[in-house]
Each structure stands twice: as structure tokens, then as C-alpha cells.
């Protein structure tokens, strides 16, 4: 008997009959596409569906957890995958202080860092900081010292990192990416090692303003010779950041000369200065295009000034007060003064139209923080007044305490200037 070929054909209602070869074959109809469309469509929504869990369990807590006020400002500046990268923030921010109901407690291991940029007003806060706060151990300024005791209660261990106590360790005027590389090593090295939560404080100031001020200040010989610009473990280069002047300083410079410089960093120095550096390759201008660089480097700094316990702006000093009290439940036994009669005013109505429109080409990145951290400022502002009962009586008396621990008698004046110290 012929033996029976079993073979498998594919073939459609439609098919017509073919002429095979010799033997006996087993024709089977081929499945319908519907058929075979519907097992697709099963394969890929199980797939879809285990990629969502699979996401959901597996994603990182910085890439799946950012709040919604974080969200934000990153698709705003367009620059999502670069700053995911970045840490969401470093220590405790304002929301997790307001919202979350955490407090700075100076009895434990907090930390009150604070990050301080020239020409904002910063001198006065930070004698306001070790001078006028309302303490149950007050800071002890010795005469002519440079530098302040600011203890715990109940230990000799510091509250707070600044220049008029731990002095400038982390680098002359030190900016956000060296203070966050830095604060915790060398806090490390004075006390004993133990796990500290962070809470970073600043002050910002208009531009324009803060700009004319640093030229003033240069003019009259000031430097910062001192700041390292340090940035993924070293220090930048006189290449990176070549030097604008000769000899020990820049006494006597020019308003043209010095908005002609192209490495000077007064411009947009605020920016520069709470961003995280390494996202833009620290100083190196060859790392990626000036355009990227900009907008990277602004929104770095929005999100980071966003993840501060706290700042305040040098034109708003009662509200800054106001804010920082409610924030810290600290209260300052003097009232923080307005002075709106500055040198960088009287400098401002001495500019030509070219000067003043290319010192604001050169400061456009500051002036749009800038923007950005008055309506922020604003907004934390309504939202404490509003849950403040006494609000109106606070803020009428703000500064005026009948308390027992005033402010110590201290003569900053009689004190060396510690702008150019390095420790």
C-alpha cells in the first residue's frame, strides 16, 4: 500500500485546486487573518499592561516621584531628561517644611547652609543670622574675631554653615553645586560624623541692580580671587575662565570694559550660582552649544531654588523676614531694613542706551530667574499670611519682641573685612 504523505498546505475558501506532485497529501485551511489579528492584539495589551506595573514597581523615586509644582518647571524649560538626572533636591525644601509639617530642629543634627551670592544683600542677613535671632543659646561673636559661635543648645556643635561661623570652607562665596559636593565632608572633619538633614537658605536680588553693585565694588579693587569654582572633583581652569584684568586686581576698570569681558562672571551670576554645574560639563564652554547651556543651566537653578528651605529677595526685606520666621519658627529681634537708595541705583542714570541694553542681554538668563523667584516669592508669601490668624498684628510688629535674649552687643565694623578669607 502507498504510504499516506501528511503534509500541512495553507490555502483560502477561495483557493483553486492545484496540481501537486504524486502522493497523497492533507490539505488544512489556513486560520483567518481575523483570527491571527485578534492574538496580536491579545499579545501586545498583555505586554502594555506588564510594562505598566513593571514601570510602576521598578522606577526610580526621583524619576516617578516629582511633585507637580517640580513637573512644572521642568517641561516649562523644556529640559526634562538633563535635570531628571540631576538629585530633585538636596536637605529640606519649603514644601517639606510647610506642607509636611517637618520642622528645623536645632536640638538634633539640622543644618541651616547658607548659600551666599555676591552683592544680594547677603553681608546683612548673615550678621542677622549669628547676631539678631531670638536663641535659646545665642551666638558668641568674640571681638575681634571673624567668626561667631552659633552652638546647639544642649552641644558645641554648629546649627549653621556660613561665612561668619564655619567661614568660607567650601570656597570663597561658594555656589550650589560646591556647597552640596563640600558641606557634609567638611562638617564631618569639625564634629563628630553623624547623619544631618540639610536646609539650604539664599537671597537674591534684581539684576541689574546686583550687577551695577558688583562693578562698583570691583572698581573700588574688591576681588574674588579666593573662589575656586570647583566642579566634578577639580578646579576650574585660567583657560576655562580666563582672567579679565592683570596684576592683584581690577581698581579703577571701566563700565565698558567691564561688560566687554567676556569671562567676567558678574553676568548671570545668579543663575550660575544655584544651578548644578556638572549638567552643563562645570566650565568647559566646548561641552555643548551656548543655547543649550542657557536654557540648562536656567532651569537647574529654578529647580533648585524651588528645592530651597528657604529665600528671600533684597527688595522685599520685610516679606523675606516675614517668610523666613514662619519657615524656621525663628524670630529676629530687630526688623530687617529697606534700603532702596543704593550705589548701583545712582550708577543706573549714568548709562548710555547701548550700555544699558547690553549689561540686560548679558544678565537675560538672571532676569528671568529673577522673575520667577518674585512670584514664587509672592505665592509662599499669601500662603502663609493666610493660615497666620495674626497675621496683621505679626507683620505690623515684625522685629519688635520684648524678649530676653536681644541682640549681643558687637561691633562688626571694628572686625577685619573676611571677603577675600578661604577659611
Request: glycine share 4%.
Given at each position: 500500500?502507498r504510504s499516506?504523505?501528511?503534509?500541512?498546505?495553507?490555502?483560502?475558501?477561495?483557493?483553486?485546486?492545484?496540481?501537486?506532485?504524486?502522493?497523497?497529501?492533507?490539505?488544512?485551511?489556513?486560520?483567518?487573518?481575523?483570527?491571527?489579528?485578534?492574538?496580536i492584539?491579545?499579545?501586545?495589551?498583555?505586554?502594555c499592561?506588564?510594562?505598566?506595573?513593571g514601570?510602576?514597581?521598578?522606577?526610580?523615586?526621583?524619576?516617578?516621584?516629582?511633585?507637580?509644582?517640580?513637573?512644572?518647571?521642568?517641561?516649562?524649560?523644556?529640559?526634562?531628561?538633563?535635570?531628571?538626572?540631576?538629585?530633585?533636591?538636596?536637605g529640606?525644601?519649603?514644601?517639606?517644611?510647610?506642607?509636611?509639617?517637618?520642622?528645623?530642629?536645632?536640638?538634633?543634627?539640622?543644618?541651616?547652609?547658607?548659600l551666599?551670592?555676591?552683592?544680594?544683600?547677603?553681608?546683612?542677613?548673615?550678621?542677622?543670622?549669628?547676631?539678631?535671632?531670638?536663641?535659646?543659646?545665642?551666638?558668641?561673636?568674640?571681638?575681634?574675631?571673624?567668626?561667631c559661635?552659633?552652638?546647639?543648645?544642649?552641644?558645641?556643635?554648629?546649627?549653621?554653615?556660613?561665612?561668619?561661623?564655619?567661614?568660607?570652607?567650601?570656597?570663597?562665596?561658594?555656589?550650589?553645586?560646591e556647597?552640596?559636593?563640600?558641606?557634609?565632608e567638611k562638617?564631618?572633619?569639625?564634629?563628630?560624623?553623624?547623619?544631618?538633614?540639610?536646609?539650604?537658605?539664599?537671597?537674591?536680588?534684581?539684576?541689574?541692580?546686583?550687577?551695577?553693585s558688583?562693578?562698583?565694588?570691583?572698581?573700588?579693587?574688591?576681588?574674588?580671587?579666593?573662589?575656586?569654582?570647583?566642579?566634578?572633583?577639580?578646579?576650574?581652569?585660567?583657560k576655562?575662565?580666563?582672567?579679565?584684568?592683570?596684576?592683584?586686581?581690577?581698581?579703577?576698570?571701566?563700565?565698558?570694559?567691564?561688560?566687554?569681558?567676556?569671562?567676567?562672571?558678574?553676568?548671570?551670576?545668579?543663575?550660575?550660582m544655584?544651578?548644578?554645574?556638572?549638567?552643563?560639563?562645570?566650565?568647559?564652554?566646548?561641552?555643548?552649544?551656548?543655547?543649550?547651556?542657557d536654557?540648562i543651566?536656567?532651569?537647574?537653578?529654578?529647580?533648585?531654588?524651588?528645592?530651597?528651605?528657604?529665600?528671600?529677595?533684597?527688595?522685599?526685606?520685610k516679606?523675606?523676614?516675614?517668610i523666613?520666621?514662619?519657615?524656621?519658627?525663628?524670630?529676629?529681634?530687630?526688623?530687617?531694613?529697606?534700603?532702596?537708595?543704593?550705589?548701583?541705583?545712582?550708577?543706573?542714570?549714568?548709562?548710555?542706551?547701548?550700555q544699558?541694553?547690553?549689561?540686560?542681554?548679558?544678565?537675560?538668563?538672571?532676569?528671568?530667574?529673577?522673575?520667577?523667584?518674585?512670584?514664587?516669592l509672592?505665592?509662599?508669601?499669601?500662603?502663609?499670611?493666610?493660615?497666620?490668624?495674626?497675621?496683621?498684628?505679626?507683620?505690623?510688629?515684625?522685629g519688635?519682641?520684648?524678649?530676653?535674649?536681644?541682640?549681643?552687643?558687637?561691633d562688626?565694623?571694628?572686625?577685619?573685612?573676611?571677603?577675600?578669607?578661604?577659611?
Amino acid at each position: 500500500m502507498r504510504s499516506l504523505k501528511s503534509v500541512s498546505v495553507q490555502v483560502v475558501d477561495s483557493d483553486i485546486a492545484l496540481l501537486l506532485p504524486n502522493g497523497v497529501y492533507e490539505i488544512k485551511q489556513m486560520e483567518t487573518k481575523s483570527s491571527r489579528l485578534k492574538q496580536i492584539c491579545l499579545f501586545c495589551l498583555a505586554l502594555c499592561v506588564f510594562g505598566i506595573f513593571g514601570f510602576g514597581y521598578f522606577c526610580p523615586d526621583k524619576v516617578c516621584a516629582l511633585s507637580s509644582k517640580e513637573s512644572s518647571v521642568l517641561l516649562e524649560d523644556d529640559f526634562v531628561k538633563p535635570l531628571a538626572r540631576a538629585s530633585s533636591k538636596v536637605g529640606l525644601s519649603y514644601d517639606d517644611m510647610v506642607n509636611e509639617d517637618l520642622f528645623f530642629d536645632m536640638d538634633s543634627h539640622d543644618v541651616v547652609v547658607f548659600l551666599h551670592m555676591q552683592k544680594t544683600g547677603g553681608t546683612s542677613f548673615g550678621k542677622h543670622l549669628v547676631h539678631d535671632l531670638d536663641l535659646k543659646r545665642p551666638c558668641k561673636c568674640p571681638r575681634k574675631r571673624k567668626r561667631c559661635y552659633c552652638f546647639r543648645p544642649h552641644s558645641n556643635q554648629s546649627w549653621l554653615f556660613s561665612r561668619y561661623t564655619t567661614g568660607w570652607r567650601c570656597g570663597l562665596h561658594a555656589d550650589w553645586t560646591e556647597l552640596t559636593s563640600c558641606v557634609n565632608e567638611k562638617l564631618d572633619k569639625l564634629e563628630d560624623v553623624v547623619k544631618r538633614r540639610y536646609f539650604y537658605i539664599t537671597l537674591l536680588r534684581e539684576p541689574i541692580a546686583r550687577y551695577l553693585s558688583e562693578f562698583r565694588h570691583v572698581q573700588r579693587g574688591a576681588t574674588w580671587k579666593g573662589s575656586r569654582h570647583f566642579c566634578k572633583g577639580r578646579a576650574a581652569t585660567d583657560k576655562e575662565i580666563p582672567p579679565c584684568y592683570e596684576g592683584d586686581n581690577w581698581e579703577g576698570v571701566e563700565i565698558d570694559e567691564f561688560i566687554d569681558c567676556d569671562s567676567n562672571l558678574a553676568a548671570n551670576r545668579q543663575t550660575r550660582m544655584l544651578a548644578d554645574l556638572e549638567l552643563i560639563g562645570c566650565y568647559d564652554r566646548k561641552y555643548m552649544p551656548k543655547s543649550d547651556r542657557d536654557r540648562i543651566m536656567l532651569a537647574s537653578a529654578k529647580k533648585n531654588l524651588q528645592s530651597l528651605a528657604f529665600f528671600g529677595l533684597t527688595e522685599y526685606q520685610k516679606i523675606s523676614q516675614y517668610i523666613f520666621e514662619e519657615t524656621f519658627n525663628l524670630r529676629f529681634a530687630i526688623p530687617f531694613e529697606q534700603n532702596n537708595a543704593t550705589v548701583s541705583s545712582s550708577t543706573l542714570t549714568t548709562l548710555t542706551a547701548r550700555q544699558a541694553a547690553k549689561i540686560a542681554e548679558l544678565n537675560k538668563l538672571d532676569i528671568q530667574l529673577y522673575n520667577f523667584a518674585k512670584k514664587l516669592l509672592f505665592e509662599r508669601f499669601e500662603k502663609l499670611k493666610a493660615r497666620d490668624a495674626d497675621f496683621e498684628e505679626r507683620f505690623k510688629h515684625l522685629g519688635e519682641l520684648t524678649i530676653k535674649n536681644g541682640p549681643t552687643e558687637f561691633d562688626w565694623d571694628k572686625l577685619e573685612d573676611p571677603t577675600e578669607s578661604s577659611i
